[in-house]
Structures are given as C-alpha cells and as structure tokens.
C-alpha cells in the first residue's frame, strides 16, 4: 500500500519561511519523479514544483521560481519543499505525489500517487 505523507504546513506572516516534508512507502522511491501541487479555495489543483528521480532536475511554475526550492533524500523515502519568500497568494492546501516517469511532469494525470495534503497559510 502506498503512502505519502505530508508534513510541515502551518499559519505564517508573509516573508517568512515554512519547509514541507513528504514522507513515501510502499513505492520504491529512487525510482519515482515527484512533485509538489497545490490548491487555493475556489481553484484547480496546480503545480508547484517537480524533481527527477536522482535530483538533478528541478522544474517551477513561474510564481515560486526563486522563493521555493524542492529537494529529496532517497535514504529517507523523503521529499521537501523549502518554502522563503511566502506571500498571501501562496495561501493553500500542498499536496505532494509520486511521478509515473523519471522527470515530473506539470499535469495532475502525471502522478500516480498522492498524499492528502498540508495547509499553508500565509497572512498579510
């Protein structure tokens, strides 16, 4: 049975800085891209920030280019996203998911498996 666990969410002022954990099992992990998405009420689940297997690659969307950095430690089965920089906007629900492929792609249908989420809210 697979399992992604999330952890690391919580209420901060804008500025600061929060890291998320994903903790995997139940996958073989080395071989697993994954990626980090999240979703604002009211709005679609988007893409955040993605990592290759190995960790060589590393892929943005436009708004956290700069202020977030995603990491893994295949030891571990982990998954991080150091988070700098919070803003408002950054407000939602992060979820993060293990990849079908070696380098992650943008989409939802990319990700096979997913975990259920930390909140993050960032105040003005």
């Known amino acids: 049975q697979v399992q992604l666990v999330e952890s690391g969410g919580g209420l901060m002022q804008a500025g600061g800085s929060l890291r998320l954990s994903c903790v995997a099992s139940g996958l073989t ?5 994954m ?6 009420p009211g709005k679609e ?8 297997t190995g960790g060589a690659n ?7 280019k700069g202020r977030f ?5 295949n030891n571990k089965n982990t998954v991080y996203l150091q988070m700098n920089s919070l803003k408002p906007e950054d407000t939602a629900v992060y979820y993060c998911a293990a990849g079908r492929g070696v380098l ?10 997913w975990g259920q989420g930390t909140q993050v809210t ?3």
């Open 29 to 33: 992990f080395r071989t697993k891209s």
């Open 35 to 40: 990626g980090w998405f999240r979703q604002a």
């Open 45 to 52: 689940r988007e893409f955040a920030a993605g990592i290759s």
């Open 58 to 64: 590393t892929y943005y969307t436009d708004s956290v």
């Open 69 to 73: 950095t995603i990491s893994r430690d």
């Open 104 to 113: 992650p792609g943008p989409g939802i249908h990319d990700y096979a498996y």
């Open 122 to 124: 960032v105040s003005s």
